[in-house]
């Protein structure tokens, strides 16, 4: 993948975690983010009965979601998550 190829949502908080196990609280941070107009991103949204996995905020498909790369680091520049 290029450095200008957007990322998931998933890809993104891969690419911030230090461990698995904080996978999931990345994809929130950077859900609340999005859904706060605070992270721009191209949203898909799971239906209700189509959820995979842990639900992030308002129900943002992990996988289908996409972050420009320049959006992602700008957030990254005004809010690096904890």
Do not use: Y
């Not at 911030?16 to 991103?41: K, M, N, Q, W």
């Amino acid at each position: 993948m290029s450095a200008q190829s957007p990322l998931s949502l998933h890809e993104a908080a891969l690419s911030l975690a230090s461990s698995p196990d904080a996978v999931h609280a990345i994809e929130v941070t950077l859900a609340h983010a999005i859904e706060h107009g605070d992270l721009h991103a191209n949203v898909k949204r799971w239906a209700t009965e189509q959820w995979e996995g842990q639900q992030l905020p308002g129900n943002i498909n992990r996988r289908e979601t996409f972050i420009a790369r320049s959006e992602f680091d700008a957030w990254l520049q005004r809010c690096p998550p904890a």
